[in-house]
């Protein structure tokens, strides 16, 4: 069974910076790109960040790049998402999801993910 478990939200002043993980349970993300997105309340939920397989291929939505940094660890069965510059826009709930394929395909499509996890809440206020 797919589970993904997020963490490392939390409340960060305009400015600041946090680490989200996003952990595995139940199978191995070595073979699948994995999706970063965030979703505010009352709103549809918006891709953030995607990264391939392998880790060599990352695509970010226009409003973070530049200030958010993806990565992985397979051997830790861990993506993560830095955030740095935080603005209070970036205020929402964030969620990891898997692709059924490799890689990201330079859009971000609901549908192609699947194994959705709780989410971790993000907060940026002074």
């Known amino acids: 069974q797919v589970q993904l478990v997020e963490s490392g939200g939390g409340l960060v002043q305009p400015g600041g910076s946090l680490r989200l993980s996003c952990a595995a349970s139940g199978f191995t993300l070595d073979r699948y790109a994995i999706g970063w997105f965030r979703q505010v309340s009352g709103k549809a939920r918006a891709g953030v960040s995607c990264?391939?397989?392998?880790?060599?291929?990352?695509y970010y939505s226009d409003s973070v790049k530049g200030r958010f940094t993806i990565s992985r660890d397979n051997a830790k069965n861990t993506v993560y998402l830095q955030m740095n510059s935080l603005k209070p826009e970036d205020t929402a709930v964030y969620s990891c999801a898997v692709r059924a394929i490799d890689l990201c395909g330079g859009y971000f499509r609901l549908n192609d993910y699947h194994g959705w996890g709780q989410g971790t809440q993000v907060t940026v206020s002074s």
């Open positions: 990264i391939s397989s392998s880790g060599g291929g990352t």
